[in-house]
């Protein structure tokens, strides 16, 4: 079993996200990481957990709508 800590780069790659996301969904979707000193590390297992139970699916109610190439605020 592959049981070491998995970086912000490694899993960006993982789940198939920008490494930017990665610290969005940390701050906005509770994705499960752990800091160690500067640096967020992750548990491959916790993360497959989360995913499954729909935390990479929940809405981002903070950020801009995009249609058609354009933001546009929630609610208009």
Do not use: C
Request: charged share 35%.
């Amino acid at each position: 079993m592959d049981d070491r800590w998995l970086s912000v780069d490694e899993i960006a790659i993982y789940v198939g996200i920008k490494r930017d996301t990665v610290y969005k969904w940390i701050d906005r979707r509770n994705m499960p990481a752990h800091k160690i000193g500067r640096l967020w590390k992750f548990r491959k297992e916790e993360v497959d957990d989360w995913v499954r139970n729909g935390g990479a699916s929940q809405e981002d109610h903070d950020s801009p709508l995009r249609l058609g190439g354009t933001y546009h605020a929630r609610g208009e």
